[in-house]
């Protein structure tokens, strides 16, 4: 699932991934959105609801199954650490701008692409940003910069 989410959207960056699963916990959900998952469902969702899922996300929507929502809610919702302004003096130009597209949800390669930088200096532009954020993940450093106005919202 995830994995092959990664390949496809590393290969066809145009196509839209819905995951249907039965994995309902907050690994797999930030995981499949951290790999490029356009949707996320359950399987145990109603078969009208799994066709509109298909549909919708095909046509360019993003769905997220209601049983899991909450999640993503509940994470994004979650108060805002102190001592915002630091984060924005610690950044480069360079810095910010990888964040932006971090923001924005492209992976290391689609950066690098849109850069014209290597993976591996993209892999380290994004080591150095979680360390300066203190974050552990692409989607933790998005919700951080866009909760503190550091980049700017999609």
Not at 9 to 33: C, G, K, M, N, S
């Amino acid at each position: 699932g995830i994995q092959a989410t990664e390949r496809i959207r590393q290969q066809h960056p145009a196509t839209r991934v819905l995951v249907l699963t039965t994995y309902d916990d907050d690994e797999w959900v930030f995981d499949a959105i951290r790999a490029g998952a356009a949707g996320y469902l359950l399987k145990d969702a109603p078969r009208d609801q799994i066709i509109e899922a298909i549909r919708g996300t095909a046509a360019g929507a993003t769905h997220v199954d209601p049983k899991v929502a909450g999640k993503l809610f509940q994470f994004v919702s979650q108060p805002a650490a102190p001592a915002s302004a630091h984060f924005a003096v610690d950044l480069s130009p360079r810095e910010r701008e990888i964040l932006e597209l971090i923001a924005e949800g492209l992976s290391n390669a689609e950066i690098a692409e849109r850069l014209f930088l290597s993976k591996g200096t993209v892999q380290n532009y994004v080591s150095t940003l979680f360390a300066k954020l203190d974050v552990t993940d692409r989607t933790q450093a998005a919700v951080l910069a866009l909760r503190y106005g550091l980049v700017n919202r999609p």
